[in-house]
Structure formats: structure tokens, C-alpha cells
């Protein structure tokens, strides 16, 4: 830009030729940039999968102005619009990346590159960004876009490439990667950030075959082809105090003299004393001359054989990057012995051995035994590490003859026998990448292992003679076998002494407090086969053992010697003696269980309707018919895990679909299995199971109380299985890198499924929550159905919108510091965000869209219910702030429902019941406090009311309980009596509204039916105090409203103002308050 001339115009390189059209997938395509790719890949015949930003044109027409241009044309061109997919993609959001991959993916069959091209650039100095909340707020935005972005469909992405064995990742950055920037700092640290993560992705993905690019253009390539947000300045970073260059002054005075800027004043805006943000305002030639040389090298070396590990656009960037080089190898020579001072290898220390003299990089890089991406790529490289001074390494010196051969790691993960070689032959043979990545190991016994191994040792002797250590579980599978052991705990298949088992003889054991009543171990001997019907055709009967049945007590034997509830052996108080026996098994009375054939149909019931909505078991597993064929040899965790997932899927489905004959001629069969699950769990210490499936039991336990909503014991059995999740770390995502990969992704979804239950539990039942979204969601495409795991994961991504601060002002709706009109606002937007996916067309099942979708409407309902409370919503407000929104809620629901599958409302159980009436019972209330309202809007919402009635009268096979608690609030609303829980056709209905009197008004007056005429005003106060009175909404559908004389309404008539309601109003509302007299 220093020459005086006009700088001439990029050559026009030639397009490379390609095998095949490549398939492209771009995170920004209404950028400049990615608009001018689009057009040159599509005009090659490439494939392009094009992300759009959807905020991008709700507020910046301009913005998308050329992108709507871009699309028209597309229509023009023949082949253009079956070969550009455009998709909905906000890369800050881990879900929508992840569904934006999958529609690429489901349309063009794969994706061959990655672009990375969306960027925003914050201008101020480190400390004016550190002025307030809002400049803060800057830095994380600035890093969710340029840094967390990225990762987030590079993640998404990998799968699919690894997938295949190929794949080319392209990261546009900028020549700030290189440079510190006065005035863009934190703009370049996002730049290096993203740049240092690449780096170190290159080496791990380089052996499935994976490129990565990073592409770096000039600074005003990205600078002024996206978004700038400009912090306010300070005094102090003046021009006239600072002469430092900063950038804003820079930046600024070039948009002022920008050729086609429309503004001649647009650089003044990044002087403001508040946080603006502004697109450049470039004329489209000049966009186009900007993006031109980057375009061509984004194309050209997009899914080369051999694209470069770094690129620099332009001969500007080269100059710069050449001189911070020049720079560093400048400093580095003045300071070369000062850095070499410092390393070992000079001083000649003889009590350590050569290898420890090595350089960290030496010992890193060639125990990876992998060369980096740079000189993987270039041909006849010596990889050799050298030291400072120039020398070989201690490694380069060993002797070829110390180096041992050693397994590469795909035999050593297959188990087959390696011959060494670079590729060996077992790799050649099965066509799989070769490498030696994985560090050798150290041969023979480790600590920890030996550690780990000896204990187990002594927890099976200790098992085995009935110490107070424990006791061995018969229903327990020990990978050792059955081991007795003599006194001395050290010859297998011995007879030990009876008495050696025994505890000390006087001691008193307190029934365990911290165990829920109906789960402690029983102090008497549990019930004969003869005492409770039990059919041979259902039960297996394990032998029976040829010793006298004694009274003993069980948890006795299961105690460890570290649990709280063993007495120190100087605090033992005297108590009964107990009999000479030599293992619970001997002794303990044998009960029936259910034979493990009754629980197969029940699993593939599960899996055919339920296994969407919680997905956490393996049917490989789960429809092995081996698995049950023997209920006796299951352990105690799979035997109650079985009972209890049995009772959840007979209760939740119900009556929708034929279910298997009873079990029992008198005894509903979710019962039996139920109380066979609480009986086998009195069996053994189960507090003490820390296994995914000992999470499971009480999950399904808190299924099956729910679905019969009694709501105390639901609540019990989910903190239950909460806290066994916390014990399995499951709430920590440092634990998941310690487990086997596959294992952690079904732990992952399990995390998830508890965090999705809880909270919408606690908003049901205005609960504390207690865990939070702080694991990564499960991997799509690592998953055996893609398609299914992405309806997961959008429901989990919905309720993560239901954070703290909801539950919070859900709990205390009252609070105004918790709810106020822009948090209101802006969690209604949230909500609507979080589901977007699936309204794009996201490709999940019917069942999955019902509960996403039904979900979002009923907490938009909530949403709006507190927004009731605090006096936030007025009549002509818009979208959830408007006194109508439950009509258009209403309308949503009705328009999502229409046409679904029975199946895919019945599977979610009462929880869908729930729902549906929630959002009912309050349009419900907002008809009934605009009774005599005439307009279109609130007849329609009649209408609405009516097909949420009809759908009530026959969920799950049956008439909802929810039905006539709903009717009984409706007499004379929709112009039928409603009391006697029959509803009229459909026909009936259309002829009712009919006859209706004609529409008069435009909703801004009521008329009433005691002939007075009200103000919207007076309605809408009518609605907060039915609100504010505990009459609006879903907590109160479980109560009836009581009436009459002599009954105190528990609710205060005073606004949130303080203002008390006159005489006029408090008459007002006893018409909605069911004919009664306000006080």
C-alpha cells in the first residue's frame, strides 16, 4: 500500500485439475470470501455444503444482501442448485455443527474438505477491554468464534473423515498468527490459539490419512470482510498520548478513505464512547479484488495429495512472515549461549546415564516414533534431532543394536503377532494404516498394576473366609472363580474352620440410616417360596442348600471394615450370639426369581418405543437371548437392572400397544416386577456398586413411581441415581479420558439422559438441580445410529437453555431480580435457538421431534408464566411477551401433534400427558380471563383448546387423568358445558363457533358475561392474579380448586409494584376467581 501507483490486479492462476469433484463443506458462505468460493468451487463443478449464520439476516440485511444475489444465481446456472446445499450452522453451538455435518453428509454421501473461514475481530488495547462486564463479555465472544467455533465442526467433522481414511481440514487465520498487533490483541491470541490447537491436531490425525491446512492471508482479508466490535477507547491510548500504532487508529482512518464507502464517517464509529460493531461498508468490486488471492489458494490446495502444512497468501505476507523469522533467528543467535548455559548435556554429570541427558523434543518426538506433518510431506527430510551445538542426540548415538523390535500399534490392539516392519505384513494384509505412535512400555510388573492386583488377591480372601471385609456376593461373577482359602489365606480349595468366619462375638449392629427404609436388610428371615404366589412357569429355584435356615442378619456379612457403621472393637457392646455359619450362601433362604425368559419381550418392547428417548443400552447386548437364559446366575445389579426397566416400559406404555400376558392373574405385572426389583436389592449391599448399571436401577425405579406419579419416592430414586453417578465421576469430564472410549460415549449418554430428566423434573416439581452441563455431549457419529443420537443430543442442547438462573426464578417466580423483561426475552429466544435444529429439518425420528418440540412449547409456556408473575406481559408486546402468546403456543402444539403417529406421543409416558396439559390448562386460563372476547385470535384459540382436549381423551390407550381437572375449569368457555367429561364431535364444535356473534372488536375491549364492560387492563390483571393465586398453570392441576364459604384463598392481592388493587378491581375478579368475593 506505500507504492504511489495503483496496485495491479492478482494474476488469475489456473484452477487446479482434480480426479473427481470434491465435495466442500464452508462454515461461513455469507462472507465475502465464501461467497467468491462458492461461485469459482461450483463453476468447477465441485459439490459445496454452505454454513449460514441465521442471525446474519434477521439484523444485517446488507450482510446478506449479496448472499441472496448469490443464491439467485445459483438458480440461473444449470447444475448449480443440485450440487449447493445451504444449511443453517451457528459453529458456537456444538449441536448445530454436529446436525449441519449429518445433512452434508445425508445429501452429498460425504465431505472431502473442512473450510474454516468464520471470523470477528475485536479492536482495543488489553486494558479497555477490561473496563466493564460488557468489554468482557467481547473477549469470550471473540474467543467463541475464532477458537471454540472451530473446534467445535473440526469435532464434529473428524468422524466422518476418519471414517473414510481421508480427509482435508483448511483453517483460514491471517498473518496476526504471526505478529503481535497493537490494539488486536486479543484478536491475535485467538489466531494463535486455534493455530497452536492445529498443530497438535496434524500429529494425531496425520495416520488416518487426515491433511491439515492452515491458510494465512493478509490482516485486511479478514479484517474487513467480517464483523468488527470496537471496545470504548481510553484517554490514556490516545493518539495524541500514545504514539504507539494502534490499530483502531489505523483501522479507522482507512474505512474513512475507502474508495465506495457509502459513510464517509464510518471510521468515527470505532472512536465511540460505547460497544459498536459494524460490517465495512467495501463496494463489491472492491470485496471481490480483496478475497481474490486467498480464493485461489483456498481452491488450489484444497484436497491436494500433498497441500502445504502452512500457507501464505501474497507476497506482502511472505515479506512479513520472513522478517519476524529473520527477527527470532536474530535474538536467538545473541542469546544462543545464555539458552545453552542451561542444558545438562554440558555439564558432564556421571552419576545419570546418557539417556537422560536428551532434549525434551528428542525424547518426545522419537518416542512417538512419527516425523511431524512437515516432514511427513516432504520426500528425503533427515528427521535426525540434534542438540543445540549441532551434535546428534544420545538417541542418534545408541547403537542400532540396542533398538528393540516392538509391536506396531494395530497388531498389539488386534493381538496378532507384529514382524516389525514399516508397514508390516499383518497391517498390509488387512489394509489398515501401520504406525507406531503409541510409546513403548516398560516390560515386567508395574506398581500400581502389582498394587491393583494384590488387592484384589486379598479382597478374595478376605471374601472367601468371612472376614469383616466383606463377603463374597454368590451372585457375583469373579473373574477367579470360587476360592477358599485355610486360616493362613494361602492354599485355594481348603476347608476352613467355621468359628474363623465369625465377627467378634459381642456386637450390636444399628440398621443403616443413610439406606431408605424400604431398601435395609431385613433382621429376619425373608419369606418361604410357599408364602407369596410365585408360578413355576416364571420363577428359577437356585439348589437348595442342605443346612437349617437361622435367623442371621445379612447386611452383617456385607459390611467393609471401612464402613461407618462397623463399631470400634474397644466401643462393642454386647448382643445376641450368632450362629456358627460359614458364608450367607449357606445360610441365607434361597428366593425364587423370575425366569429369565419373561424379561426378553419386555427388553424388545423397550427397544422398538423407548430406546429413542433414552438411548443408553447396547442392543447388541441387550437382545442377546443367552443373556437370559439363566436368571440365577445373573448378578444382583443385572437381575434388579432387568426388573426395573421391565416396570418402567409396561407402566409408560400402558395401554397404547398389546403387551405380553401378566405375569400374575391378580398383580398388575409393572408391580410384580417392581417389588421383585426392591426385593432382590434387600439382598445385597448395592450402595456399594459402582457400575453404570447400579445408575440405571434406580433411574428406571424413578421411570416407574413417576409414570404412577407418586412423586415423593420418584424424586428419592432420581437423587439416588444422581449420587451414584457423582460417586462414578460421571459429572467430571477429566474421568471420561480414563476409560475405554466406547464405554465413556454410553457413559456420556447416561450423564446426559440424568441431566435432561432432572431438569425437567425440578421445573415440574420446583426442585434444586444438581447437575450441570459440564461434560461434553456424546460423539454422533461415533455412535451406532447417527440419526438417533442427534435427536438426543438436540433435546439435551434444548434443556441446557434451562439453566440455573430458570429454575431459580421458576422456583421464586416472584423475585424480580431473577426475572426481568430482558432475561425474559432472551430465554424465550434461547429456547427457540436450542431447537432449531429440528424445525430446519435435522433428521430425527417422529418420536424424538414430538419430544423436542412439545418440550420447547411447554417451556416457552413456563417461560411466559413467569413473565405473568412479574407483571412483564403486555397486550401489544411481542412474541412471548404478549397476553395472546399461549394462543400461539397453543397453535404450534396443535400443528406439531396433527398427523403424529399414536406411538410417537404415547412412548414418553406421563411426562408427555404432563406437557400437553401444562399448555392447555394455560390457554385455558387466558380464555377464561378473556371470556366474551369476540376477535378471530381468541376463537381460534378455542379451537386449539379443543384438539389439545381431544388429544388428552386417548393418550396411552385411554382417557388422560389430566382430562377432567381441565374440563371442570372450562364451564362456559367454549360454549359448552364441559363439567360432564364428554366432549362434542368435532362437527359440533365448528357449528358452536358458527353461531358465535360476529368479531366487533380487535381484542382491546372484554365484554363480559355479567354484562360489564372491562379494560384490557382489568383482564390482564385478572390473568397475574390467577397467576400470582396459584390457578395458572401446571403445579395446580394435582389439586382441585376449593370453593365456598369460609375457605381462605392463600394468595396476597398486591402487585409486585406494591400497589394494593382498589374496590373496582378486587370486584373485578371475583368473576374469574369462580364466583368468589375478593376480600
Known sequence: MSNNHDPKLPRDPKFPTHNAPRVWFLTCATSPMGISLCRQLLDHGDYVTAGVLPVEFEKHEDRSAEFKEFIEEVGERDNWRARLRVVALDIKIMGQCQSAVAEAVQTFGRIDILLCCHSEVIVGTVEELSQSSRTLSLIQDQFETNFFGPVNIIKATLPIFRAKKNGHIVLLTAITAHLGTPGLSMYCASQWAIEGYCDSLAYEIAPFNIKLSIVQPNMEVNVLTHKISSAPPMSAYAEENNPAPLSRNILSGLLDRIEGTEEPTTGDQLHSNEVTALYPPLSKPMKERLVAETVHAVAAIGGHDNPPARHIVGFEGVQTVKEKLKTVSEELEDFVECSSAVDIEKHEDISQSPAQHRSFSGRFFKSMAVDTPEQQRTPGLDTTLSTPHGSPSATSRAPASASLKRACDCCRKRKVKCDGAEPCTPCRKASIKCAYLQPPKKKGPKGLRSARVLHALRTIDNDASGTPMGIYDHHHQSPFGTWTWNSAGSSPGSTQNPEQVLPPPNISYPPPTSIAPEHQYPSQPMPTASSTYQPQAHYNSPPQQQHPQQQFRP?????????????????????????????????????????????????????????????????????????????????????????????????????????????????????????????????????????????????????YYGNHEQSAKAWHYLQECITFSENLNMDDEQSYTKLDPVEAQWRRRLYWLLFITERAYAVQRRKHTRLHASVQLPAVFESEDPQLLTGFVNLANLFSAVDDSFVSAWRGSRRQSLCNEAWLAKTQKQLDA?????????????????????????????????????????????????????????????????????????????????????????????????????????????QYLHTLLQTLSSMRGKESRYLKPLMSKLDGVMGYELSNATLPLPAETTATSANMPPVTSAGNDFLMSGGGRYSFADSFGMLRTLSMSGNLGMPYLDAPIQQGPGIQNEWEQRRESGRVYDEYETKAMGHWMGGQQVQ
Open 555 to 703: 447386611d452383617l456379612y456385607r459390611q467393609d471394615s471401612h464402613h461407618p457403621y462397623w463399631p470400634p472393637h474397644n466401643d462393642l457392646q454386647s448382643g445376641p450370639e450368632l450362629p456358627p455359619i460359614i458364608s450367607p450362601s449357606h445360610s441365607e433362604p434361597q428366593q425364587q426369581r423370575l425366569s429369565g425368559d419373561v424379561f426378553l419381550p419386555y427388553i424388545q418392547l423397550f427397544f422398538q418405543h423407548m430406546f429413542p428417548i433414552m438411548p443408553v443400552l447396547d442392543r447388541q447386548v441387550f437382545l442377546d437371548a443367552s443373556l437370559y437364559s439363566d436368571s440365577s446366575s445373573m448378578s444382583s445389579d443385572m437381575y434388579c437392572f432387568l426388573c426395573a426397566i421391565c416396570a418402567t416400559t409396561v407402566v409408560q406404555l400402558d395401554a397404547s400397544i398389546p403387551q405380553p400376558s401378566p405375569l400374575h392373574p391378580q398383580k398388575p405385572t409393572d408391580d410384580l416386577f417392581a417389588e421383585e426389583c426392591l426385593r432382590e436389592r434387600k439382598t445385597y449391599n448395592w450402595i456399594d456398586s459402582y457400575t453404570p448399571l447400579a445408575v440405571m436401577v434406580p433411574f428406571f425405579l424413578f421411570c
Open 834 to 942: 436450542a431447537a432449531l435444529a429440528v424445525d430446519s429439518g435435522g433428521g430425527v425420528s417422529e418420536t424424538q421431534q414430538m419430544d423436542i418440540s412439545v418440550t420447547r412449547e411447554w417451556l416457552h409456556v413456563l417461560a411466559w408464566q413467569m413473565g405473568v408473575s412479574n407483571g412483564l406481559i403486555w397486550g401489544r408486546g411481542e412474541g412471548g411477551m404478549r397476553l395472546d402468546y399461549p394462543i400461539e403456543v397453543g397453535r404450534r402444539v396443535v400443528e406439531i401433534t396433527r398427523g403424529a403417529k399414536g406411538m410417537a406421543l404415547d412412548s414418553h409416558g406421563i411426562g408427555m400427558e404432563q406437557k400437553l396439559s401444562d399448555i392447555a390448562g394455560c390457554l385455558a386460563d387466558v380464555l377464561r380471563c378473556t371470556a366474551g372476547d369476540t376477535s378471530s385470535t381468541f376463537l381460534e384459540g378455542k
